[in-house]
């Protein structure tokens, strides 16, 4: 399973999106308002479960703020820290 997918599985299930499927999820979608849908709060619950799934700590608004662009933007962010650990 890549990332990407990996990632759509945990925000359906960590975030209760129990109303969409993985493939309903379009990569390139926005996370917050149109696109998913996802909140400030959500944002949060972002951070917490991009630590507790993959073991990396977002500390910077700014990292965080373009990581958290779309799915893809998401998935390539992890690819590249995990790559670099």
């Given at each position: 399973?890549?990332?990407?997918?990996?990632?759509?599985?945990?925000?359906?299930?960590?975030?209760?999106?129990?109303?969409?499927a993985?493939?309903?999820?379009?990569?390139?979608?926005?996370l917050?308002?149109?696109?998913?849908?996802?909140?400030?709060?959500?944002?949060?619950?972002?951070?917490?479960?991009?630590?507790?799934?993959?073991?990396?700590?977002?500390?910077?608004?700014?990292?965080?703020?373009?990581?958290?662009?779309?799915?893809?933007?998401?998935?390539?962010?992890?690819?590249?820290?995990?790559?670099?650990?």
């Amino acid at each position: 399973m890549n990332t990407k997918e990996k990632l759509k599985k945990i925000l359906i299930t960590d975030l209760n999106l129990e109303e969409l499927a993985p493939e309903d999820i379009d990569d390139s979608a926005p996370l917050f308002g149109e696109g998913l849908g996802l909140d400030s709060l959500d944002a949060v619950e972002l951070v917490v479960i991009i630590q507790k799934h993959f073991g990396i700590e977002i500390k910077d608004m700014e990292e965080g703020r373009s990581a958290f662009q779309s799915i893809e933007a998401l998935a390539a962010y992890i690819d590249r820290r995990l790559a670099a650990a």
